[in-house]
């Protein structure tokens, strides 16, 4: 495995969680990351991408609840996720290595194994 994701669970309406995805490969330790997530039912969606420069892009859906950050060595990132909503609730997976738009998951070439979070009302 080469993205290693971690954090996800169950929680209540408006609490917090932070997701992290670890490299396990020094060819994708700085390369441009991101999360996507896929709800029950429906198809990944993008989430937040956060390039080796650190500039960051957010999805309409978690702009100014998400945040993503990554280590000064550029490796793990952290998706703090804030005011959690019960349409929220999806695996996510982290992904690196992009061939083009951040928005499309069929860009990114490597993926994580995906963590369940669970908002309930």
């Known amino acids: 495995v080469q993205l290693q994701a971690s954090g996800g669970g169950l929680v209540q309406a408006g609490d917090s969680l932070r997701l992290s995805c670890a490299p396990s490969?020094?060819?994708?330790?700085?390369?441009?990351m991101a999360w996507f997530r896929q709800p029950p039912g429906k198809e990944r969606e993008f989430v937040a991408a956060i390039s080796r420069s650190g500039s960051t892009y957010y999805a309409d859906s978690v702009e100014g609840r998400f945040t993503l950050s990554r280590d000064k060595d550029k490796s793990t990132v952290y998706l703090q996720m804030n005011s959690l909503r019960p349409e929220d609730t999806a695996v996510y997976y982290c992904a690196a290595d992009p061939t083009g738009n951040y928005y499309h998951a069929h860009r990114w070439l490597v993926w994580g194994q995906g963590t369940q979070v669970t908002v309930s009302s």
């Open positions: 490969k020094r060819t994708i330790e700085r390369s441009d």
